[in-house]
């Protein structure tokens, strides 16, 4: 079980498993690990010790970033996510990024996005054009008004986040869609990233 693993250049913080989407494509669906992880599944959700002991193992100076990223929603677990992005800047003074469907506000039953402005970067999926295409990729348990929910989530991202940026899964939808995911960023005025 890994809580922490490396990417390219980066390093992963992998905290809970939960999600409240069922996405199509979700790499959990197709292996248990990424990078130099073993699995991802965890047994377990770690806690704030448990995941400060792990970082203290890693050398630091080959990341140029951490992001919390894993098999699981971030912010299912929302003030871990702020006590952990609060001591790794503090301690490790590092670039750090979340990642995240956007589903944020309606999981915690609040607006999270203030207590995010220590990040220097989100990435949020926004894998389609449309709600009905959206729910059809995603299967979102918040069903109806969610997209609505996921454009805000965006928008309000930008007025503490520097770098905002939002993603699409290329081959998942058509050409044209992707055009007008590419389209809405502009209009919103955050980075696009077809991965």
């Known amino acids: 079980m890994s809580i922490v693993y490396s990417l390219h250049d980066s390093l992963y913080l992998n905290i809970t498993n939960r999600c409240p989407n069922r996405c199509t494509f979700c790499v959990r669906n197709l292996t248990d690990n990424l990078g130099d992880a073993d699995t991802l599944w965890l047994s377990t959700e770690p806690d704030f010790d448990e995941m400060r002991r792990e970082l203290i193992s890693w050398d630091m100076r080959k990341y140029k970033e951490i992001v919390f990223c894993g098999y699981g929603e971030p912010t299912e677990r929302i003030d871990l996510v702020t006590q952990l992005a609060e001591h790794i800047k503090k301690e490790y003074k590092k670039r750090i990024r979340l990642n995240t469907n956007g ?49 805000s989530f965006i928008e309000n991202c930008k007025k503490y986040i520097p770098s905002v940026t939002v993603s699409v899964v290329s081959g998942t939808i058509t050409d044209e869609q992707e055009r007008t995911c590419l389209e809405m960023a502009k209009r919103m005025g955050v980075k696009f990233l077809s991965r």
Do not use: Q
């Open 103 to 151: 589903m944020g506000n309606l999981i915690n039953g609040r607006d999270i996005v203030p207590s995010l402005k220590m990040f220097d970067a989100v990435s949020v999926s926004l894998n389609a054009p449309d709600e009905e295409t959206y729910l059809k990729l995603t299967d979102c348990i918040f069903g109806e008004g969610c997209y609505s929910e996921l454009l």
